[in-house]
């Protein structure tokens, strides 16, 4: 394990929902939904999962279709625009070399699991997606699934032209087969998840852009609106995982080090070392979240009790009065209760 754990914002879930009920309908979307114990389409694009937990869609969903090129299907759906202001500030560069600074001073807010990197070779540039996991099947998916959205980029300043080669690691042969028709260029196994190597010439191709103040995008823009941070310690890592799963009664120490593709063991020591314990943040994240629901909704607290891991109203009510100093009840009506915000 890293000493900061690999996270991803959820541009590409959306996305993924939407090709998984194209292709197999709503079934096949329940599904997967299941398997993760979460509703992936009600979770705002920004929001953060571990980067394993990512990969496992991508992997599960393109099982779910049989579709050994579920990530580049799934590419071909999406351009820069779908990864919000960062997208946005990209493609607001008046050339593509200052379009690639924008992406590279920004991807890190996006996800710490893949850089961009740029290499110029002098005749040729490779523009290369670096992975910090393993390429496996769903890492493999998700570098598909950015890659064709940076072809499309790259496109948008040099024209309808095609790349020299692409580059791919882990394919087998019928897959290359099959994206060099898609793509119509030489599709070669790599080393790297996925690279795209292009004229230098191109870096210097440019578009016009809308050069309005009030509606240009900055850096300070996409700062904003990618959050929350992405976690740089263990603890924080290990909320944003049980923030997602607080209505399981079952999640515990193995869930959370399977999410960040660590052993329990290494998690646990992670977590003395930071002077944190799991049981500890565990009962404070559902005490906090159920001061959410009684503050913000007109859910029962038995309702509550059920959404932040309870299956026993008596035991939330105990929990509940030993953390906060009074029974859920009586804390909502002791001057804690606000209108429900409207929808």
Same mark, same amino acid.
């Given at each position: 394990?890293?000493?900061?754990?690999?996270?991803?914002?959820?541009?590409?879930?959306?996305?993924?929902?939407?090709?998984?009920?194209?292709?197999?309908?709503?079934?096949?979307?329940?599904?997967?939904?299941?398997?993760?114990?979460?509703?992936?389409?009600?979770?705002?694009?920004?929001?953060?999962?571990?980067?394993?937990?990512?990969?496992?869609?991508?992997?599960?969903?393109?099982?779910?279709?049989?579709?050994?090129?579920?990530?580049?299907?799934?590419?071909?759906?999406?351009?820069?625009?779908?990864?919000?202001?960062?997208?946005?500030?990209?493609?607001?560069?008046?050339?593509?070399?200052?379009?690639?600074?924008?992406?590279?001073?920004?991807?890190?807010?996006?996800?710490?699991?893949?850089?961009?990197?740029?290499?110029?070779?002098?005749?040729?540039?490779?523009?290369?997606?670096?992975?910090?996991?393993?390429?496996?099947?769903?890492?493999?998916?998700?570098?598909?699934?950015?890659?064709?959205?940076?072809?499309?980029?790259?496109?948008?300043?040099?024209?309808?032209?095609?790349?020299?080669?692409?580059?791919?690691?882990?394919?087998?042969?019928?897959?290359?087969?099959?994206?060099?028709?898609?793509?119509?260029?030489?599709?070669?196994?790599?080393?790297?998840?996925?690279?795209?190597?292009?004229?230098?010439?191109?870096?210097?191709?440019?578009?016009?852009?809308?050069?309005?103040?009030?509606?240009?995008?900055?850096?300070?823009?996409?700062?904003?609106?990618?959050?929350?941070?992405?976690?740089?310690?263990?603890?924080?890592?290990?909320?944003?995982? =049980?923030?997602? %799963? +607080? #209505?399981?009664?079952?999640?515990?120490?193995? *869930?959370?080090? &399977?999410? /960040?593709?660590? @052993? !329990?063991?290494? =998690?646990?020591? %992670? +977590? #003395?070392?930071?002077?944190?314990?799991?049981? *500890?943040?565990? &009962?404070? /994240?559902?005490? @906090? !979240?159920?001061?959410?629901?009684?503050?913000?909704?007109?859910?029962?607290?038995?309702?509550?009790?059920?959404?932040?891991?309870?299956?026993?109203?008596?035991?939330?009510?105990?929990?509940?009065?030993?953390?906060?100093?009074?029974?859920?009840?009586?804390?909502?009506?002791?001057?804690?209760?606000?209108?429900?915000?409207?929808?």
């Amino acid at each position: 394990m890293s000493n900061q754990a690999l996270f991803s914002r959820i541009s590409g879930f959306g996305p993924i929902v939407a090709l998984l009920r194209e292709r197999e309908g709503n079934r096949a979307v329940e599904t997967l939904q299941s398997q993760f114990g979460l509703s992936l389409e009600t979770l705002p694009p920004q929001h953060l999962v571990s980067f394993n937990t990512m990969a496992d869609a991508f992997e599960r969903a393109s099982r779910l279709i049989g579709d050994p090129l579920f990530g580049y299907h799934l590419g071909t759906k999406m351009d820069a625009s779908t990864y919000g202001p960062m997208g946005e500030f990209a493609l607001g560069a008046d050339k593509l070399v200052n379009s690639f600074r924008r992406l590279t001073s920004t991807m890190a807010l996006q996800s710490n699991s893949v850089r961009l990197i740029v290499n110029n070779g002098g005749t040729f540039v490779d523009a290369i997606l670096r992975y910090g996991s393993p390429i496996d099947g769903g890492v493999w998916h998700h570098a598909m699934h950015v890659g064709i959205p940076l072809i499309k980029l790259i496109q948008s300043y040099a024209g309808e032209v095609s790349p020299i080669e692409i580059g791919i690691a882990g394919a087998d042969a019928f897959v290359r087969r099959n994206l060099e028709d898609a793509f119509g260029i030489p599709v070669v196994r790599d080393a790297e998840a996925f690279r795209i190597r292009f004229p230098t010439s191109w870096l210097f191709a440019s578009k016009d852009i809308d050069r309005n103040p009030w509606r240009m995008m900055t850096r300070g823009d996409v700062v904003r609106h990618l959050h929350p941070t992405l976690p740089q310690t263990v603890t924080e890592a290990i909320e944003q995982v =049980v923030r997602l %799963r +607080l #209505n399981d009664q079952t999640f515990n120490l193995d *869930d959370i080090a &399977l999410a /960040l593709g660590a @052993s !329990r063991r290494t =998690v646990q020591e %992670r +977590l #003395n070392a930071e002077g944190s314990s799991f049981r *500890d943040m565990l &009962l404070r /994240l559902r005490m @906090s !979240r159920a001061q959410e629901l009684l503050t913000q909704t007109d859910m029962s607290v038995a309702e509550i009790a059920q959404v932040v891991g309870y299956s026993e109203q008596a035991s939330f009510h105990r929990a509940f009065a030993k953390h906060v100093g009074r029974p859920p009840g009586a804390w909502r009506s002791h001057g804690h209760r606000e209108l429900a915000p409207s929808a």
